[in-house]
């Protein structure tokens, strides 16, 4: 039923104005979410959309009167608070059915409702029934990266979209993902990923839940369609609360500058296993299901290792940090004299003596070193869209017309893609799916 | 389509793509750069000098075919070795002979990258263009997977830098830091490309290697990382790369079809590029008559050792469609490196881990050491599989997939 379409001039198109725009805003060094100690929480329908031009059903948590989201709102609190959750069950359903009953389990965490509560009882949690209520309680001990998501009905609930992160930012600080020195970051994206199996939104959408009873749906479960918080690439580098994706707020845009730490908050949001490569060096995993990697408790992450591609496994969340800096590369990303007066810069590692420029993080070594090859003629050449036209951050150098043109600062990108490369199409369209763009900027080019 | 007919439509699209050829400009072409190397051939031969701790190589890109376990032909797209072929003075004569050479050439997998610590690494690639897919005008490149600390402009992500486009070359270069199992492939179009064939193997020994260090009682000289304690030596080593096809996507892009992205689901489970018993030849394949009689499967998935030896195995998984898992059955897996490092934490805390399985996605390396008894009956075999059992077959064959063993002499 669906279109098939091989690799169209129209979605790069597509890929380069959503990126266009997303330089036209502000982009956010810090995780979008809703901050406080009471969330009320509201379960309903909404309709997400993807950039290959479909519009699926799904049931999401909203914030209070808002949207139903997919995810559901990020939810950061600090550590300590005593944290309210109230859900209200406003989810409709066609054919003018009785709604399924909603609820929320917080793995990782205590809960505890209230005996007077009007919840109902479910399997694994209290529930709110049509139109009711369910008020849950717990206190954000320990730091972390978390999950919530439905505990009724999972297999069709969490599909739908019932399920969000949960940022606990350690008393030592909100740029601390943990308790300890080394968990600390200059940056943060979550990476909250997730598949789904249009048949089953389009059954319940006809039908209702009952849509799917007697399918093999759930159990023959066949992905087609993947998202990294809820938006399917390219979206994932438009704008956060783009207005065209008014079930879909959060975006995912790492950005950085050389030197840096980005916290990556990797969140296995739906029911599949997914490598999660992130090109341009390793990242170190701290942490898994909130837990520092730790032997001890003052130890910090020394059970902590390197990795080029994140395994992330459903139900599961994974911090880790990444660092680029361009060591060792054997000639000087920001070009030599010999390329010209304006590539003319000096690498001072003076006042910390680590080898790296002390502003810049320039690595030494490297510096004045001329770029190794003699790169072919424009003409047999292909051009990405980040492409600035130049090997040298923060360079841009001409290009054939309409080539280029998405990476006006001149940054390095790098693709971050499930490596189940199956998982960045949509549906048949190449690229998309579960993959987005790092956009390193040049030291002194302003992020945010 | 039968064979017969295939080979003509070959011989057309071969003629027309040289005639094309001819009308690039001179500065356009095959181009090596390699230094020391004066005739293009990324080799150093007579009065030729190889720089210290230079290497070169030459891959050509394009499509070819392959031999299933089962007997099936595959089209596939892939790389061809075309190092120390002469590709200077530059076109039109030498030249020709590498686009013959690469085209239609396609090996899988790639060939091996093997590189040292310290090696400051030129990799020309040079697309050599479609045959049997004259409609395609695909550029292509090479991403060296899970190089640390890469630019943009030698990561291969066309999105981000540049693809080479047919009959040109574009050297790609590397300084070689950090020793570990990595793997490469093409990242054009990579749902497409990287399930048509474009994948490859590629680690890097450590600056270690070459000294002496006594572990367990062994000396040692050869090692997967700078472990400093000999801990990682080993006597033999292999890499064994995962994959595996999805036959009905192949057909489609042979056929010229709209290709199945989402519904791809690969029935051809293999290891270095072959279904069992393939795994276990240890020669080449029998070359395909659909390429022209090219060899294109070179690469065996069977370890041989002696009694009492240390095998290290670096396994990488690079298909596009799932998770594996391998098991050693009947011997266990000493897990001592991952993604390209050693497996120990930050302070130097040693995190190997003893296992009898791995789990890898596509995009994953784990670096696993064997201890062959000391007392192992000669002959005897271990099997190295995928517990995934369905995965244990080529297509509707049974006993076969992504099985190979481990033969002690
Ligand atoms: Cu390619
Ligand atoms: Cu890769």
Same mark, same amino acid.
């Given at each position: 039923m669906h279109m098939r379409v091989i690799k169209t001039a129209f979605q790069v198109t597509v890929l380069f104005a959503a990126f266009l725009l997303l330089l036209t805003v502000n982009a956010g060094a810090m995780i979008n979410g809703i901050t406080g100690t009471t969330f009320n929480l509201t379960a309903k329908t909404g309709h997400i959309s993807t950039p290959d031009g479909g519009s699926y059903l799904i049931w999401g948590y909203a914030n209070g009167t808002g949207l139903a989201q997919y995810p559901g709102p990020t939810l950061?609190?600090?550590?300590?608070?005593?944290?309210?959750?109230? *859900?209200?069950?406003?989810?409709? =359903?066609?054919?003018?059915?009785?709604?399924?009953?909603?609820?929320?389990?917080? $793995?990782?965490?205590?809960?505890?409702?209230?005996?007077?509560?009007?919840? =109902?009882?479910?399997?694994?949690?209290?529930?709110?029934?049509?139109?009711?209520?369910?008020?849950?309680?717990?206190?954000?001990?320990? $730091?972390?990266?978390?999950?919530?998501?439905?505990?009724?009905?999972?297999? *069709?609930?969490?599909?739908?979209?019932?399920?969000?992160?949960?940022?606990?930012?350690?008393?030592?600080?909100?740029?601390?993902?943990?308790?300890?020195?080394?968990?600390?970051?200059?940056?943060?994206?979550?990476?909250?990923?997730?598949?789904?199996?249009?048949?089953?939104?389009?059954?319940?959408?006809?039908?209702?839940?009952?849509?799917?009873?007697?399918?093999?749906?759930?159990?023959?479960?066949?992905?087609?369609?993947?998202?990294?918080?809820?938006?399917?690439?390219?979206?994932?580098?438009?704008? $956060?609360?783009?207005?065209?994706?008014?079930?879909?707020?959060?975006?995912?845009? $790492?950005?950085?500058?050389?030197?840096?730490?980005?916290?990556?908050?990797?969140?296995?949001?739906?029911?599949?296993?997914?490598?999660? !490569?992130? !090109?341009?060096? !390793?990242?170190? =995993?701290?942490?898994?299901?909130?837990?520092? *990697?730790?032997?001890?408790?003052?130890?910090?992450?020394?059970?902590?290792?390197?990795?080029?591609?994140?395994?992330?496994?459903?139900?599961?969340?994974?911090?880790?940090?990444?660092?680029?800096?361009?060591?060792?590369l054997g000639w000087d990303i920001y070009g030599t004299a010999a390329d010209g007066p304006e590539f003319i810069h000096t690498c001072n590692d003076t006042i910390v003596v680590d080898g790296f420029d002390d502003a810049t993080h320039e690595y030494c070594a490297d510096h004045d070193k001329p770029f190794p090859v003699t790169l072919p003629t424009n003409q047999e050449l292909a051009f990405g869209g980040f492409y600035s036209g130049s090997p040298f951050l923060g360079s841009l150098n001409s290009l054939p017309p309409g080539q280029g043109g998405l990476n006006p600062n001149g940054g390095y990108t790098y693709m971050w893609h499930s490596h189940t490369e199956k998982e960045m199409v949509n549906y048949d369209i190449f690229p998309g799916g579960m993959m987005t763009m790092l956009l390193i900027e040049a030291p002194g080019v302003p992020i945010n | 389509m039968n064979s017969i007919l295939k080979y003509s439509i070959m011989a057309v699209s071969v003629g027309s793509f040289l005639s094309m050829m001819s009308v690039f400009p001179a500065n356009a072409g095959v181009s090596v750069q390699c230094p020391g190397d004066t005739d293009g051939s990324a080799t150093w031969t007579g009065s030729e000098v190889q720089p210290p701790n230079t290497k070169c190589m030459h891959l050509g890109a394009g499509d070819g075919f392959i031999t299933m376990a089962d007997g099936l032909s595959q089209y596939i797209f892939g790389f061809s070795n075309l190092t120390g072929l002469v590709t200077r003075p530059v076109f039109p004569a030498p030249a020709d002979d590498v686009m013959m050479a690469g085209m239609l050439g396609a090996s899988f997998p790639a060939p091996p990258i093997v590189l040292d610590e310290g090696d400051e690494f030129y990799l020309t690639l040079t697309n050599v263009g479609m045959a049997v897919r004259p409609d395609l005008f695909d550029p292509h490149t090479v991403h060296y997977h899970g190089f640390p600390q890469a630019a943009p402009i030698f990561d291969g992500v066309p999105d981000s830098s540049i693809s080479i486009n047919m009959g040109s070359s574009?050297?790609?270069?590397?300084?070689?830091?950090?020793?570990?199992?990595?793997?490469?492939?093409?990242?054009?179009?990579?749902?497409?490309?990287?399930?048509?064939?474009?994948?490859?193997?590629?680690?890097?020994?450590?600056?270690?290697?070459?000294?002496?260090?006594?572990?367990?009682?062994?000396?040692?000289?050869?090692?997967?990382?700078?472990?400093?304690?000999?801990s990682t030596g080993y006597d033999v080593d292999y890499p064994i790369q995962i994959g595996s096809f999805d036959s009905a996507f192949h057909n489609a892009s042979e056929a010229v079809q709209p290709l199945p992205f989402a519904l791809m689901v690969d029935n051809y489970p293999m290891l270095n590029g072959r279904g069992y018993p393939d795994t276990v030849n240890p020669a080449s394949l029998p070359a395909p008559a659909e390429n022209g009689g090219k060899v294109s499967q070179k690469e065996s998935s069977l370890v041989t050792a002696d009694r009492g030896q240390r095998v290290l195995l670096r396994i990488s998984n690079l298909n596009v469609t799932r998770f594996y898992t391998l098991g050693s059955m009947g011997i266990s897996m000493n897990v001592i490196g991952k993604d390209a490092k050693l497996l120990r934490g930050p302070d130097g805390k040693n995190l190997y881990y003893k296992t009898n399985s791995v789990t890898l996605g596509g995009g994953q390396s784990v670096d696993a050491i064997i201890d062959i008894p000391a007392d192992a009956i000669s002959g005897r075999r271990y099997f190295l599989y995928t517990t995934n059992l369905n995965y244990l077959s080529n297509d509707t064959e049974p006993f076969g997939g992504m099985m190979t063993e481990i033969r002690v002499n």
């Open positions: 950061i609190v600090n550590q300590g608070a005593l944290v309210r959750v109230k *859900l209200t069950n406003n989810l409709t =359903v066609a054919g003018g059915g009785t709604p399924p009953n909603v609820s929320i389990v917080f $793995p990782g965490q205590q809960v505890t409702i209230a005996s007077a509560d009007p919840g =109902v009882p479910g399997i694994l949690t209290k529930e709110a029934a049509s139109g009711k209520t369910v008020t849950y309680q717990f206190t954000a001990t320990n $730091p972390g990266t978390y999950t919530y998501y439905s505990g009724t009905d999972s297999a *069709l609930q969490i599909e739908m979209g019932f399920m969000g992160t949960i940022i606990v930012r350690p008393t030592k600080g909100a740029n601390f993902a943990y308790n300890h020195q080394d968990a600390k970051f200059d940056r943060e994206t979550l990476f909250l990923l997730t598949e789904m199996d249009p048949r089953i939104h389009q059954a319940v959408e006809n039908f209702g839940p009952a849509g799917v009873v007697g399918t093999d749906y759930l159990a023959n479960y066949f992905p087609v369609l993947w998202f990294i918080n809820g938006r399917a690439a390219p979206d994932t580098m438009a704008e $956060p609360m783009a207005p065209w994706l008014p079930y879909q707020p959060y975006n995912c845009m $790492p950005m950085m500058h050389p030197g840096e730490k980005l916290l990556m908050r990797v969140v296995g949001g739906g029911r599949d296993l997914h490598p999660f !490569h992130h !090109h341009g060096s !390793h990242a170190r =995993v701290i942490a898994r299901d909130g837990q520092l *990697l730790a032997s001890a408790p003052n130890t910090g992450p020394d059970l902590s290792t390197e990795v080029f591609t994140i395994q992330s496994q459903p139900g599961s969340t994974i911090d880790a940090i990444f660092e680029w800096t361009g060591k060792g | 574009l050297t790609y270069y590397y300084k070689i830091n950090d020793p570990g199992t990595y793997m490469y492939h093409c990242h054009v179009e990579a749902a497409e490309h990287m399930q048509m064939g474009m994948v490859g193997n590629l680690y890097v020994r450590p600056a270690q290697d070459g000294t002496t260090k006594i572990y367990g009682g062994k000396t040692y000289t050869r090692f997967a990382y700078n472990d400093g304690d000999g």
